[in-house]
């Protein structure tokens, strides 16, 4: 299929965007990778008549450490994540999560900011930022402000960030060191979207969980921030019985479509699957 006609934009500073995207109102888009955005509109899903492409403007690339957090830029591609010694030393489950995403080609363009900023439920990392507690970075007209990830998603493709608003990083508090993580993905082949995902983030103190996040992906219109579930699990040290009491309340805070990667009933029961499964893996690598 082929887009409708637009008209395109490639500022060079942030200043720039936030003022084109100001000027050109609700017919603008923000464009990063594209690996979403241009599909949609192939598909005629969205009809955008200005694109501001955001790959021109170097300040929001990169991965810095700051304080107790990491702060990457919304511009940073799943690749540099994967690439990154920084990330891989204090953020583990970024990797593991961004090369469970498309493949190779697809990664290599799409950006961290994209893939949290889309608002699509099948998208991997938001339910990764939730489990990390990230803070988003929003840049507009009014000024700069902060969302917490977990305050983010408001429904599929609806988000907090309000018309013109850019997305420019990413501040994510590092976990203790030794701490467990793990994002187990259900999909039907490589390269797909997840039929069911849980993202995990644990301590362990004395062989018992200190503290617990679990999230999960495709399982509802946005990600889904399962609280009570892991609040189940502190104090134990993941016996069957109270893993059993965690999954199930992780499955009922499930809504999942009907879809071609199944019927509802089983979507969510992969949920609690991948939950059980995330937990298990996030624990055998805590220390
Ligand atoms: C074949 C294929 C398979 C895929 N499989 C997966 C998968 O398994 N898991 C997964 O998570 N994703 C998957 N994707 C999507 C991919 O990860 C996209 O790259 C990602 O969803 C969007 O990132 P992008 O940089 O391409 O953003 P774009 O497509 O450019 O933008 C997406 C949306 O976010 C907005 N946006 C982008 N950046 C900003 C910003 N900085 N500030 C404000 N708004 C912004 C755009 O306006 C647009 O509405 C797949 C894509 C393809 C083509």
Known sequence: MIPGAFAYH????????????????????PLAGGHSLIPMMKL??????????????????????????????????QHEVIGSELLAGKLPILRETSLSIADPQVRYVGTLGGNVANGDPGNDMP?????????????????ERRVAAREFYQGAYFTALEAGEILTAIRIPVPPAGHGHAYEKLKRKIGDYATAAAAVV????????????????????????????????????????????????????????????????YR??????????????????AS
Request: proline share 4%; with cysteine.
């Open 10 to 29: 490639r500022p060079k500073s942030l200043a720039e965007a936030v003022g084109l995207l100001a000027d050109l109102g609700e017919d603008a888009r």
């Open 44 to 77: 005629r899903l969205a009809a955008p008549e200005h694109l501001v492409d955001l790959r021109a403007i170097g300040d929001l690339k990169g991965i810095r450490s700051e304080g107790g957090d990491i702060v990457i830029g919304a511009m940073t591609t």
């Open 127 to 143: 339910a990764v930022m939730l489990c990390l507690g990230a803070t988003y970075h929003l840049a507009g007209k009014g000024g």
């Open 202 to 265: 644990l301590t362990l103190s004395g062989g018992k969980i200190a503290s617990c996040a679990i999230a999960l992906t495709n399982v509802g219109e946005t990600p889904l921030f399962a609280e009570a579930a892991a609040k189940l699990l502190v104090g134990s040290a993941l016996e069957p019985a109270i893993v059993k009491q965690a999954v199930a309340a992780a499955e009922a805070i499930t809504a999942p479509a009907s879809d071609n990667r199944g019927p509802a009933a």
């Open 268 to 285: 969510r029961k992969m949920a609690g699957v991948m939950t059980a499964r995330a937990l298990a893996a996030a624990k055998a690598r």
